[in-house]
Antibody, heavy 120, light 107 residues
Framework: EVQLLESGGGLVQPGGSLRLSCAASGFTFSSYAMTWVRQAPGKGLEWVSAISSGGGSAYYADSLKGRFTISRDNSRNTLYLQLNSLTAEDTAVYYC?????????????WGQGTLVTVSS | EIVLTQSPATLSLSPGERATLSCRASQTVSSYLAWYQQKPGQAPRLLIYDASSRATGIPARFSGSGSGTDFTLTISSLEPEDFAVYYCQQRSNWPLTFGGGTKVEIK
């Protein structure tokens, strides 16, 4: 059974940093691209970032302006998202999701999300 | 960036009725479009990919159609568990983008 378990969310002050993790199990992690999607309270889904199966290619939403960094450790079956220079607009539930293929595609399995709250 | 516009924002229907949801892209995405369902407090679930292919375990009452810039998700006969928010997503161009969503509510 595919499982994705996000962690690392919490309350952070504006301008602060946070690192999110997503522990994967139930599939061959190194064979699939992975994605982060976020959802602000009461709002729609926003695609954030994706990384290829081997980690050699990463993609980001234009709106992030270089503040976020996606990475993965295939030996630990774990996906990461480093969030820097956080603002209130980054407050959201962050979901990690598995792509259908080795290259970024649609997301067929999702975690339950981790909440990031940016507030003073 | 490709903008996906979903309509209507809200669809009020009764169980057993047919639901027709629209997603329009600001430029062609070929057939690289998916549909997701999200219920309150839950993660999204993939329903349709590549415009018309049903994902694993998705009931046959869900169908997708379209190509280029205009796409449709049809639910042939609404079941109580189908009342939710539906999103389209394109994977034709970076960055990937989602539509704003259509809420299907009980009339």
């Amino acid at each position: 059974e595919v499982q994705l378990l996000e962690s690392g969310g919490g309350l952070v002050q504006p301008g602060g940093s946070l690192r999110l993790s997503c522990a994967a199990s139930g599939f061959t992690f190194s064979s699939y691209a992975m994605t982060w999607v976020r959802q602000a309270p009461g709002k729609g889904l926003e695609w954030v970032s994706a990384i290829s199966s081997g980690g050699g290619s990463a993609y980001y939403a234009d709106s992030l302006k270089g503040r976020f960094t996606i990475s993965r450790d295939n030996s630990r079956n774990t996906l990461y998202l480093q969030l820097n220079s956080l603002t209130a607009e980054d407050t959201a539930v962050y979901y990690c999701a598995k792509s259908m293929t080795t290259v970024t595609s649609y997301s067929d399995y999702w975690g339950q999300g981790t909440l990031v709250t940016v507030s003073s | 960036e490709i903008v996906l516009t979903q309509s209507p924002a809200t669809l009020s229907l009764s169980p057993g009725e047919r639901a027709t949801l629209s997603c329009r892209a600001s430029q062609t995405v070929s057939s690289y479009l998916a549909w997701y369902q999200q219920k309150p407090g839950q993660a999204p679930r993939l329903l349709i990919y590549d415009a018309s292919s049903r994902a694993t375990g998705i009931p046959a009452r869900f169908s997708g159609s379209g190509s280029g810039t205009d796409f449709t998700l049809t639910i042939s006969s609404l079941e109580p568990e189908d009342f939710a928010v539906y999103y389209c997503q394109q994977r034709s161009n970076w960055p990937l983008t989602f539509g704003g969503g259509t809420k299907v509510e009980i009339k």
